[in-house]
């Protein structure tokens, strides 16, 4: 019922910025949490970021802190990562999701998925 569409991927060099967007449609709800997750080669689906869409409420990944940043545009109906300092090892597939979540960093207390945005970077 609810999809979502990521975008803004891109390749940059070690260092460098991104940032991704995720816009959603169809029966979205105020109290649904969103997050974000990337996807490495060979490794298994991992948190990164997750926002509280009404109240704006962030949660972070303890290697992505003061260096990522989620936000919403309600208008938009769009979640945001802004990503500086980009690392090598951040590379990956990055995708988004949106649910009502007991715990916003686990894989499998999302409902919905978008099929991702590629992030590569150069090192």
């Known amino acids: 019922q609810v999809q979502l569409v990521e975008s803004g991927g891109g390749l940059v060099q070690a260092g460098g910025s991104l940032r991704l967007s995720c816009a959603a449609s169809?029966?979205?709800?105020?109290?649904?949490?969103m997050g974000w997750f990337r996807q490495a080669p060979g490794k298994e689906r991992e948190f990164v970021a997750a926002?509280?869409?009404?109240?704006?409420?962030?949660t972070y990944a303890d290697s992505v802190k003061g260096r990522f940043t989620i936000s919403r545009d309600h208008a938009k109906n769009t979640v945001y990562l802004q990503m500086i300092s980009l690392r090598p090892e951040e590379a990956g597939v990055y995708c988004c999701?949106?649910?009502?979540?007991?715990?916003?960093?686990?894989?499998?207390?999302?409902?919905?998925w978008g099929q991702g945005t590629q992030v590569t970077v150069s090192s």
């Open positions: 999701a949106a649910g009502v979540v007991a715990d916003s960093s686990r894989v499998s207390a999302y409902s919905y």
């Open positions: 926002i509280q869409w009404n109240t704006g409420g962030t």
């Open positions: 169809g029966r979205t709800f105020n109290w649904y949490t």
